[in-house]
Nanobody, 124 residues
Framework: VHLVESGGGSVQAGGSLRLSCAASGFTFDISNMGWFRQRPGKEREGVSCIPWNSGSVYYADSVKGRFTISRDNAKSTVTLQMNNLTPEDTAVYYC??????????????????WGQGTQVTVAS
């Protein structure tokens, strides 16, 4: 499994960033995917997950209405559009492959493979 994240950076509060994850080395189009983040001093947490068929997606309460996850099975990519960013969104964001989902309800990375992470910094 090989996952490469891109699109992180520094923005002002209220700004937007778009994270992308390019995947290879596994059967992407039958794998649930997700984005997780690790904020300073915190444990890694689930942000958003999308099932293999782009069905019912999962969002953490803290990002609902601001973040949108999508995938392109033809290109083996998963994207996280992040709008109206706040300083609390500052974290290293990780792409995860083969997440365990109850579609729309929960997402676990217990069996996931990880990318190297990309830093997102939101200034107030």
């Amino acid at each position: 499994v090989h996952l490469v994240e891109s699109g992180g950076g520094s923005v002002q509060a209220g700004g937007s960033l778009r994270l992308s994850c390019a995947a290879s080395g596994f059967t992407f189009d039958i794998s649930n995917m997700g984005w997780f983040r690790q904020r300073p001093g915190k444990e890694r947490e689930g942000v958003s997950c999308i099932p293999w068929n782009s069905g019912s997606v999962y969002y953490a309460d803290s990002v609902k209405g601001r973040f949108t996850i999508s995938r392109d099975n033809a290109k083996s990519t998963v994207t996280l559009q992040m709008n109206n960013l706040t300083p609390e969104d500052t974290a290293v964001y990780y792409c995860a492959a083969r997440t365990l989902m109850v579609p729309g309800l929960t997402c676990s990375a217990a069996l996931a493979s990880w990318g190297q992470g990309t830093q997102v910094t939101v200034a107030s």
